[in-house]
């Protein structure tokens, strides 16, 4: 029983344009959500997150937006960088746990 | 600046020995997790800590054991392994309600 699912299992998007990474969720309790970029042979990295309370949280080039009435969030990155070819991973948390709950992650890469 | 330091980051067993799985921070975190990533899964939590002396158990905790006796340091045990616990595992730590950081790994092998 997936509670945080990521579809994708790889996306491949040309230099310059966007991508866009999905991730749904069953449990209504996560109010908290987390993107985790990931680069062989490392740990994860935080890369943005998102409360509940909004729909939409912006870093740089990042952008994550939350629709919770789909229990739906992507992930947006704009433009698009070769170094930006990792996996990624979406996490969703119950504040009330502090665990987190990982999707199986979506392997982008960005191409030249 | 250190982080998380996994120790060691790689490592071969026979079935049923048995080994400790290092983990330090030096960022004064109360919270520690250790998670294990199997190929195309996404991490699965085995065990967490919110703070020396008080563990519990994550989604996957059979066959595994944590102590915390100090803020910095988060061992964890496989006492019998098993094919199964081939893996990658990672430790996290954070405070509260902020994002967790990771280690980069141990990749553990059975055989």
């Known amino acids: 029983d997936q509670q945080v699912k990521q579809n994708s299992p790889s996306l491949s998007v040309q230099e310059g344009r966007i991508s866009i990474l999905n991730c749904d969720y069953t449990?209504?309790?996560?109010?908290?959500f987390l993107w985790y970029k990931k680069y062989p042979a490392e740990g994860p990295t935080f890369l943005i997150s998102i409360s509940s309370i909004k729909d939409k949280n912006e870093d740089g080039r990042f952008t994550v937006f939350l629709n919770k009435s789909a229990k739906h969030l992507s992930l947006h990155i704009v433009p698009s960088q070769p170094g930006d070819s990792a996996v990624y991973f979406c996490a969703a948390v119950d504040s009330g746990t502090y665990k987190y709950i990982f999707g199986t992650g979506t392997r982008l890469k960005v191409l030249a | 600046n250190a982080g998380v330091t996994q120790t060691p980051k790689f490592r071969i067993l026979k079935i049923g020995q048995s080994m400790t799985l290092q983990c330090a921070q030096d960022m004064n975190h109360n919270y520690m997790y250790w998670y294990r990533q199997d190929p195309g899964m996404g991490l699965k939590l085995i065990y967490y800590?919110?703070?020396?002396?008080?563990?519990d158990k994550g989604e996957v905790p059979n066959g595994y054991n944590v102590s915390r006796s100090t803020t910095e340091d988060f061992p964890l045990r496989l006492e019998l392994a098993a094919p199964s616990q081939t893996s990658v595992y990672f430790c996290a730590s954070s405070y509260r309600n902020q994002p967790q950081h990771f280690g980069d790994g141990t990749r553990l092998s059975i055989l």
């Open positions: 800590s919110v703070g020396a002396g008080i563990t």
């Open positions: 449990n209504s309790m996560f109010d908290y």
